[in-house]
């Protein structure tokens, strides 16, 4: 069972419009949504109607509005029944004083009022009004029976008014609307995640990029590595409900959904790094950090001068951090990776035994279509002996397939249970 919070996949949200000026951010909101990568269908009443056309959410979300509770064309597609049972979310935003009074008192009269009674799906209002309509006695009456009856309400924001008035009522801007779904689909899956995921439980530290050796204040050794394929596997691992720690490189990614992320430059700030969350407790090392071989012996103060055709540095060999943390007494689950140009399934074997690694992925970064700056790749996988498992070519796919990919295979081997071989 596999889940990818990077992206909220096929989530379907009927974006409720009523009348009111703020129906105007709805259009922002609708942008928003899409952009986090969901479904929206929008139902208008014929207030909003009054504010902005239904033309412009047809544009945005690219679907039909639906306006009207007895449409012809709409029964004969996805009537108000089906357009119910449709939705993962129903969110009403601008949710008017007379709609929240239609849904306290179970009123059907119109398409969104009668939506609200037949969608079993979670509803959530977000209430923009004057700032006297909201706190009269009887709005404050329909709100309290609207969350008895589970509907989440998302409190207004307060300021200038369109009317001159200043005071709670004003509709939540778009962009946090829209976070705030995006957290509660999160979240939901989360909760799944721990519960049934992979790696439920477990603490996951995940090294990722390159790494900088500086020569100078503004010189450094360095790599090719982007993270991206670290990172994509912190996103798996989050989302098979494990605990993520990511110490990452010097790369220009966002850190996944739920993640820790710990900046380093060098390798021995990432030894360092490694060494201390060993010591807080973790139960598997993955290693997809591009380390850095060497390291200048005496970095200078200041810049390095051009002089002569010449530049003469020493370099010693920077510590071997997956080999270092499989070699300590509270061992985690060691996964090593192998970027190699040449003889890659020999090398990555040998680097299994020679490393002390349960499991090591490898890819030949040779290939212009995978590997370094690519969003694609492919991997071949091997097991340390003990657990008598035939070695896994993952053929190439994005980057976060083949993360969840190596999520499965990290799972297989934890969960190993030595059987009885026949060796005939």
Not at 384 to 408: F, G, N, T
């Amino acid at each position: 069972m596999n889940f990818d919070l990077s992206v909220i996949p096929n989530k379907n949200i009927i974006l409720g419009v009523t009348g009111g000026i703020a129906a105007y951010k709805s259009a922002i909101l609708v942008r928003r949504l899409k952009d986090a990568g969901f479904n929206v269908r929008v139902v208008m009443t014929e207030g909003a109607q009054a504010f902005i056309t239904p033309l412009t959410f047809q544009a945005l979300s690219g679907n039909p509005v639906h306006t009207q509770l007895l449409d012809p064309e709409a029964e004969a597609g996805m009537g108000h029944i089906e357009l119910a049972r449709w939705a993962d979310l129903l969110l009403v935003a601008p949710a008017s004083c007379d709609t929240l009074a239609k849904f306290a008192a179970g009123l059907a009269d119109d398409l969104l009022s009668t939506l609200y009674l037949a969608t079993k799906a979670p509803v959530w209002v977000a209430p923009a009004m004057n700032q006297q309509m909201w706190a009269a006695k009887a709005t404050q009456r329909n709100l309290n029976t609207l969350v008895e009856d589970g509907v989440h309400v998302i409190l207004p924001d307060a300021g200038v008014q369109a009317c001159g008035d200043v005071g709670l009522g004003r509709m939540p801007e778009p962009e946090d609307l829209a976070l705030q779904v995006t957290g509660y689909f999160h979240r939901a899956q989360r909760a799944i995640a721990e519960k049934f995921g992979l790696l439920a439980g477990k603490h996951v530290v995940i090294t990722a990029g390159p790494t900088r050796e500086a020569i100078d204040p503004v010189r450094y050794i360095s790599n090719h590595s982007t993270g991206k394929m670290g990172f994509a596997l912190a996103a798996s691992c989050y989302a098979a409900g494990a605990q993520v720690t990511l110490i990452a490189g010097p790369v220009s990614l966002d850190t996944p959904n739920g993640v820790r992320r710990i900046n380093v430059q060098s390798a021995v700030q990432m030894l360092d790094q490694s060494m201390s969350l060993l010591d807080q407790g973790c139960d598997v090392f993955i290693a997809t950090a591009a380390v850095a071989d060497y390291r200048v012996a005496e970095v200078a103060e200041h810049k390095i001068k051009k002089a002569g055709d010449e530049l003469n540095v020493s370099l010693i060999k920077n510590p071997d951090i997956v080999a270092t943390i499989a070699q300590q007494e509270k061992r985690p689950f060691m996964v090593g990776f192998a970027a190699e140009t040449r003889n890659v399934e020999e090398y990555a074997a040998g680097k299994l035994v020679a490393k002390k690694l349960d499991m090591i992925a490898c890819n030949d970064v040779s290939r212009a279509d995978i590997g370094f700056a690519s969003d694609e790749n492919a991997m071949i996988v091997f097991f340390a002996e003990q657990y008598h498992m035939q070695k896994r070519d993952l053929e190439k796919a994005s980057k976060q397939e083949i993360a969840q990919q190596l999520v499965e295979a990290m799972h297989d081997a934890l969960h190993y249970e030595a059987k009885d071989f026949d060796h005939d």
